[in-house]
Each structure stands twice: as structure tokens, then as C-alpha cells.
């Protein structure tokens, strides 16, 4: 075979074998919560005794994956000074929807990859690694979002948690028809363009260049079947790993957005000083009342005691004049100070974040839902107050 032909491997349908040179590349297409994937994942290996095995994983969530207590060790402080929670969130809920089908199906999520890593320790393989690490793929995802985007993506984790409980065990394997897969992919890459190329175009680069640069002349690795098409695709391609890897600024224009508030206030209350001065408290009045009263009541219903409503509520205002005091990490903290999470509380959000009431309740989770809670309302509530200033000086006698 000549470099670059891919056809199937005797070891089974998932399996594409690939030749790269006078090497020999065997991908495995698993579904990332199914039982039949991991005893794939140990008979191929098993079979093939290759001299490499690469796995769909980075350090952080392969050390996860291996200690399913790492979420005892997290620390809801460090989610909100680095005001990425609602990034964090969105992973949780994520984390939690595969959970919660892996306990449908009696099997741990990634469970397939721990197999893998397994199974070559036992033959002698060495493991590699070959997936970019999460944080920098999350952060590649969110950066390529516009609103519209972000607000699709919002609804599709919202809905995860009643699409887990409507998928059996055939539905899942269903996922490693690789035809079936493609025309999935293909209609997700055009309804969301943005986010297809960091999370999948660009990590299908990625982990086929790791394969590549792996020693040895019999290489299996182990991916999600979505993976496959773009991983086969690249073979004998060179990619930029480092490059991949870099967390892009954010963009001009959402940076920008920041300050539209308090453009719009000062450009607005300079007017009324100069022009009727008489009018320029209820102007603020105006501007005030909706931000501090949304983000107070919003921050309520995430679930936050009433000293921190009071308190979110009157920092609203302020934090439309401060775009770098940002109201959502204040919030949280204020919240956080009333109940301190536990270890035990940390060790739950997985299954508690699938659950509104719940997550209201669990100590860790609560201040992180009350900071974007805040944060929604406080911007909500500044658009309100902002349009209606504007329309009362225009149309008050």
C-alpha cells in the first residue's frame, strides 16, 4: 500500500488501517461511554501488540480519569477570580451529561482510553498523550463564538440533561457508525461553523500530527469515531501543535462591547448636565433601577441569600460605570462568603449540576450560578434602563 491508503483492519468495523510510509497507523473509533468500545479498545491492542498506543487524552483529564475523585480538589474561588464561569459550567455540564449515561450503561465515561493505557502497559507499548490540552481547546471554542453562537450552545447544555435520560445503550453505539457520524458532523459544521473548527478540524490536526510523531512502526490510537474521517484525511499532513495550543485575545469587538454602557451613560448624563440639569437624577434614576433590581432578583432565583441580592443589586449600577469591575465574580464571592463549600460538596457537582434545584442547593455550585446569574441581569437590566432614560428624555415634557 502506498502512503496515506486507509482500509479496514481485521480486528473489527471501528478500526482503519492506515499506512504511513513503511509504518502502520490502526485508528480506533470508540464512543466515549460504551462497554463494547473498551473490550474493542483491549482486543485490537491486544491482537495488533503494537509499539505505541495513543489515546484521546491530555494530562489533565487522563490524571481525571484515573482519580474520579479530582473533583474533590477543585476550588470554586479559583473559577471566579479567573471569571471563566460560565466556561466552566458549560464543561460541567457537559461532564455531567456523560456521567450520568455512563451510569445508565454501567460504564465510566472515557473508560475505553484507561483501557487502552492499560493494555499497552501489559503488552509493552508505550502511551502517548496525544489529545491538546482542555483548557486551551475550551478557550479556542469560546473565543470563536459570536452571541448568536454561544446562545445555541447554551441551549443545546441546557437540554443535555433530558437527552441523557432518553439514550440506551443502542443509541450510543450508534455513534461509531462512522457514515452516520459523518453526515452528523457535516449538518453540526454548518449550523455552527465556529465552534466545528477548534473542537473538532483543529484537534483532528492535532492528534493525527501526535500519531505521526510517535515512535515505533505499528502505532494504534484510540479516539472518538467523530475523529476518524479528519484524523484519515491529514495523514502524511504537518501541523503546528504549539500553534494549535495558543489561546487566541479576545476580539476587538467584544472587548469594545464592554464599554458600550458606559459610553451610552456618560454620553447620555453629559447631555443632561449641559442641557437640563434639572433632569439628571432622574435620569440616573432611570438607568439604575432596572440594572440593580434585574441583577438583584436574577441573582435570587441562581439562589443567593439576601445579603448577597441586596449587595449584587447595588454594585449593579456601579459595575455599568466600571467595566472592569466585573459583577459576576463579586456576586459569586458575596454568596460564597454566606456558605463556604466542603470537599463533599466539590465531589457532587457532577450530578448536581444536572439538576436546577440541586445545583441551587450545593455550595460549590450555587455561587458560580449566582455570578452568571448576576452578570445576565446586571447586562439585561442596563439595556433596559439605558433605553428607558433615552425614551423618557425624548418623549417627558
Known amino acids: 500500500m502506498s502512503s496515506g491508503e486507509a482500509a479496514p483492519a481485521s480486528s473489527g468495523g471501528n478500526v482503519t488501517r492506515l499506512v504511513h510510509g513503511e509504518r502502520e497507523i490502526f485508528l480506533v473509533g470508540t464512543a466515549h461511554v460504551s462497554r463494547k468500545s473498551v473490550e474493542e479498545v483491549r482486543r485490537v491492542i491486544e491482537e495488533l501488540r503494537p509499539d505505541v498506543v495513543c489515546v484521546e487524552l491530555d494530562a489533565a ?51 475505553e482510553m484507561l483501557a487502552a493505557v492499560e493494555e499497552a502497559k501489559r503488552v509493552g507499548a508505550e502511551v502517548v498523550l496525544a489529545d491538546r490540552e482542555i483548557q486551551a481547546t475550551l478557550m479556542r471554542c469560546y473565543r470563536s463564538l459570536g452571541s448568536v453562537d454561544r446562545a445555541k450552545v447554551l441551549f443545546i447544555l441546557v437540554m443535555l440533561p433530558f437527552t441523557a435520560a432518553e439514550i440506551d445503550e443502542a443509541e450510543v453505539e450508534k455513534l461509531k457508525d462512522r457514515e452516520k457520524m459523518g453526515d452528523v458532523m457535516e449538518a453540526f459544521a454548518k449550523e455552527m461553523p465556529a465552534l466545528g473548527t477548534p473542537l473538532i478540524d483543529e484537534r483532528d490536526r492535532y492528534l493525527m500530527a501526535s500519531v505521526q510523531e510517535a515512535r515505533g512502526k505499528r502505532v494504534v490510537a484510540v479516539v472518538g469515531a467523530a475523529h476518524v474521517p479528519g ?32 459610553l451610552a451613560v456618560a454620553t447620555m448624563m453629559t447631555w443632561v448636565l449641559v442641557h437640563a440639569p434639572g433632569r439628571a437624577l432622574r435620569v440616573a434614576e432611570l438607568i439604575a433601577a432596572p440594572s440593580a433590581g434585574l441583577a438583584g432578583v436574577s441573582a435570587a432565583v441562581a439562589g443567593a441569600g439576601v445579603v448577597a441580592a441586596i449587595g449584587t443589586a447595588l454594585i449593579a449600577p456601579i459595575t455599568l460605570l466600571v467595566p472592569l469591575l466585573r459583577i459576576g465574580p463579586l456576586a459569586g464571592f458575596m454568596e460564597m462568603h454566606r456558605a463556604p463549600p466542603t470537599a463533599t460538596d466539590s465531589a457532587r457537582i457532577r450530578d448536581d449540576v444536572l439538576s436546577p434545584s440541586a ?26 434602563g439605558i433605553a428607558w432614560a433615552i425614551g423618557w428624555l425624548l418623549f417627558s415634557q
Do not use: E
Open 61 to 111: 483529564r487522563y490524571h481525571s480519569l484515573q482519580d474520579d475523585k479530582g473533583w474533590h480538589g477543585l476550588d470554586a474561588r479559583d473559577v471566579l477570580r479567573t471569571d471563566r464561569t460560565g466556561l466552566f459550567l458549560a464543561s460541567l455540564l457537559f461532564a455531567g451529561f456523560q456521567k450520568r449515561l455512563g451510569d445508565r450503561l454501567g460504564v465510566r465515561p472515557g473508560m
Open 231 to 262: 484524523m484519515t484525511r491529514r495523514l502524511g499532513q504537518a501541523a503546528d501543535r504549539a500553534a494549535l495550543s495558543v489561546i487566541p485575545p479576545s476580539s476587538v469587538s467584544s472587548v469594545a462591547l464592554q464599554w458600550v454602557p458606559l
Open 359 to 384: 445545583a441551587r442547593k450545593n455550595p460549590f455550585l450555587r455561587p458560580l450560578l449566582v455570578a452568571v446569574a448576576a452578570t445576565f441581569g446586571r447586562s439585561l437590566g442596563g439595556a433596559i
